[in-house]
């Protein structure tokens, strides 16, 4: 039978550096991007309760101080670089709502396009590496914190999945670099850097003095607040102050506190529980650390995005103190671990429920399943993926 000419256009190949593309996979991305945003503009218009109680006055804050000589005071409690991106949306747009919901909205598309370059460099084929930057574009997890919520989870998580793509260059200082961009934006970057120490102990890419960009890209990442005249010791220690806000066991996140009875706004033994509910955290981790060091482990890719998964999730899960969005991170793991076998998936989905249920008190106002039951299905996928980390091992 004679190929249409339709056939022969679509299978031609297109190389995009050293990556070989079909025609009809760059027409796949073209329409999945269109799509995705027309998704994320119509929910542009939806103003959540963050947007009117903190990110309008601190857009009008701004303003009023001419906005980048507004960094000289403190306006809100995010660090410095958030800030930064808010004062340039202050001159690019009069409609704060949308500025700022598409500066995160562009993070998505960097954060699909990171999500790629993992799977194509674990896999070396494209259409899979496709599949999994749609599903992040189309993860409802994603969808809601960008563009319903005015929330920016996503600049964070970004940069920490482009470090995860140099760690499989063996591009250890690339990493560490990314990680400490990442925690410039959000103190739950550290929240990776477990996994990164289980791969020092086994010599998996990660070197020791690597660790140091972290605090020095953080520190940079405050000099230009600083020279507009924010007291630096202030800025240094802005995550500290954040730490100290909410005395709760658990803010919303379906973790064991959730259990224990110590979610906002019960606080029956909150200083005592947390306590030992950090160092159960810091005890589990050295325990997972000890294991790997000592056995003969090939460590395969797909069991360093397991161990990933696995690490981050237990931590949130373990960890006093988690918001409803803290376990953002583990979703967008959870979906490269879905695609390199889509056997998995079910998993990527189950996490991503897990955080719809957790977002929705705040933003409706509704508990569509009591909190609880939610911490038991959340430690079933967690017990799964431990299982799944053990027979790779």
């Given at each position: 039978?004679?190929?249409?000419?339709?056939?022969?256009?679509?299978?031609?190949?297109?190389?995009?550096?050293?990556?070989?593309?079909?025609?009809?996979?760059?027409?796949?991305?073209?329409?999945?991007?269109?799509?995705?945003?027309?998704?994320?503009?119509?929910?542009?218009?939806?103003?959540?309760?963050?947007?009117?109680?903190?990110?309008?006055?601190?857009?009008?804050?701004?303003?009023?101080?001419?906005?980048f000589r507004s960094l000289g005071w403190q306006i809100s409690n995010y660090s410095s670089p958030y800030m930064y991106l808010m004062c340039l949306v202050s001159y690019l747009t009069d409609n704060?709502?949308?500025?700022?919901?598409?500066?995160?909205?562009?993070?998505?598309?960097?954060?699909?396009?990171?999500?790629?370059?993992?799977?194509?460099?674990?896999?070396?084929?494209?259409?899979?590496?496709?599949?999994?930057?749609?599903?992040?574009?189309?993860?409802?997890?994603?969808?809601?914190?960008?563009?319903?919520?005015?929330?920016?989870?996503?600049?964070?998580?970004?940069?920490?999945?482009?470090?995860?793509?140099?760690?499989?260059?063996?591009?250890s200082r690339g990493c560490l670099i990314l990680v400490g961009v990442s925690f410039a934006f959000k103190l739950q970057a550290l929240f990776i850097v477990p996994f990164l120490i289980i791969l020092?102990?086994?010599?998996?890419?990660?070197?020791?003095?690597?660790?140091?960009?972290?605090?020095?890209?953080?520190?940079?990442?405050?000099?230009?607040?600083?020279?507009?005249?924010?007291?630096?010791?202030?800025?240094?220690?802005?995550?500290?102050?954040?730490?100290?806000?909410?005395?709760?066991?658990?803010?919303?996140?379906?973790?064991?506190?959730?259990?224990?009875?110590?979610?906002?706004?019960?606080?029956?033994?909150?200083?005592?529980?947390?306590?030992?509910?950090?160092?159960?955290?810091?005890?589990?981790?050295g325990c997972i650390a000890y294991y790997f060091y000592v056995r003969n482990v090939n460590m395969t890719d797909e069991l360093l995005i397991t161990l990933a998964l696995f690490t981050v999730a237990?931590?949130?899960?373990?960890?006093?103190?988690?918001?409803?969005?803290?376990?953002?991170?583990?979703?967008?793991?959870?979906?490269?671990?879905?695609?390199?076998?889509?056997?998995?998936?079910?998993?990527?989905?189950?996490?991503?429920?897990?955080?719809?249920?957790?977002?929705?008190?705040?933003?409706?106002?509704?508990?569509?399943?009591?909190?609880?039951?939610?911490?038991?299905?959340?430690?079933?996928?967690?017990?799964?993926?431990?299982?799944?980390?053990?027979?790779?091992?």
């Amino acid at each position: 039978m004679k190929d249409r000419i339709i056939d022969r256009v679509m299978q031609r190949e297109v190389c995009l550096g050293k990556i070989k593309f079909r025609i009809v996979d760059l027409a796949f991305i073209g329409c999945l991007f269109l799509l995705a945003f027309m998704i994320r503009w119509k929910l542009m218009p939806i103003e959540s309760a963050d947007y009117w109680g903190f990110l309008e006055d601190w857009m009008n804050q701004i303003r009023d101080g001419d906005g980048f000589r507004s960094l000289g005071w403190q306006i809100s409690n995010y660090s410095s670089p958030y800030m930064y991106l808010m004062c340039l949306v202050s001159y690019l747009t009069d409609n704060d709502l949308y500025g700022l919901k598409l500066v995160s909205v562009f993070f998505d598309y960097l954060a699909s396009i990171a999500v790629f370059l993992i799977i194509y460099q674990i896999t070396g084929k494209v259409r899979k590496s496709i599949m999994g930057m749609a599903i992040l574009l189309l993860s409802p997890t994603v969808i809601i914190d960008s563009a319903y919520w005015c929330q920016c989870d996503i600049i964070y998580t970004t940069f920490i999945l482009f470090a995860i793509y140099c760690l499989f260059k063996n591009n250890s200082r690339g990493c560490l670099i990314l990680v400490g961009v990442s925690f410039a934006f959000k103190l739950q970057a550290l929240f990776i850097v477990p996994f990164l120490i289980i791969l020092w102990l086994k010599r998996k890419t990660i070197k020791f003095r690597d660790f140091v960009w972290i605090p020095i890209i953080y520190a940079v990442s405050a000099l230009p607040a600083w020279l507009f005249g924010r007291d630096f010791k202030e800025l240094m220690t802005i995550y500290f102050d954040q730490a100290e806000t909410y005395p709760w066991g658990t803010l919303e996140y379906p973790n064991i506190y959730a259990l224990l009875g110590e979610a906002m706004p019960d606080m029956r033994h909150a200083a005592e529980i947390s306590g030992a509910g950090t160092y159960m955290t810091i005890i589990i981790l050295g325990c997972i650390a000890y294991y790997f060091y000592v056995r003969n482990v090939n460590m395969t890719d797909e069991l360093l995005i397991t161990l990933a998964l696995f690490t981050v999730a237990l931590i949130v899960y373990s960890l006093p103190h988690m918001h409803d969005r803290y376990g953002f991170l583990i979703d967008l793991l959870a979906i490269i671990y879905g695609t390199l076998n889509v056997k998995k998936m079910p998993v990527t989905g189950g996490f991503m429920l897990v955080s719809v249920l957790s977002f929705m008190p705040y933003l409706i106002a509704v508990h569509i399943v009591p909190i609880q039951y939610v911490a038991i299905a959340l430690l079933g996928l967690i017990v799964y993926v431990g299982y799944d980390l053990y027979r790779q091992l």
